[in-house]
Nanobody
Framework: AQLVESGGGLVQAGGSLRLSCAAS????????MGWYRQAPGKQRGLVAA????????NYADSVKGRFTISRDNAKNTMTLQMNSLKPEDTAVYYC?????????????????????WGQGTQVTVSS
């Protein structure tokens, strides 16, 4: 499946952006999905994830309460609403599948290899 991210841009601290991910192919609705980001000089990391049906989500502590992930399987799209943006949110943002599984009663989202990544979308937050 091909993944195309959009919606990034330059915004002042405290502002908002809404990122979109458009997926091609027939596997989007069966995969848990995530938004990752990579800042200059840092490793790419998972910031938000959502189960295949959209019923459960998880967020990195750094974005909890500010970011909201959602998906529309009928349209093969996923969004990341980002509010109260901070300069440290500056990064290239990617959408990509994630593994989702239970350990006892805890839902775990983990990175895994699902093939090629998209180009990402640049988010720059000025102070």
């Amino acid at each position: 499946a091909q993944l195309v991210e959009s919606g990034g841009g330059l915004v002042q601290a405290g502002g908002s952006l809404r990122l979109s991910c458009a997926a091609s192919g027939s596997t989007f609705s069966i995969n848990a999905m995530g938004w990752y980001r990579q800042a200059p000089g840092k490793q790419r990391g998972l910031v938000a994830a959502i189960t295949s049906g959209g019923g459960s989500t998880n967020y990195a502590d750094s974005v909890k309460g500010r970011f909201t992930i959602s998906r529309d399987n009928a349209k093969n799209t996923m969004t990341l609403q980002m509010n109260s943006l901070k300069p440290e949110d500056t990064a290239v943002y990617y959408c990509y599948p994630v593994q989702a599984y239970f350990v006892d009663s805890d839902l775990i989202f983990a990175e895994a290899d699902f093939g090629s990544w998209g180009q990402g979308t640049q988010v720059t937050v000025s102070s």
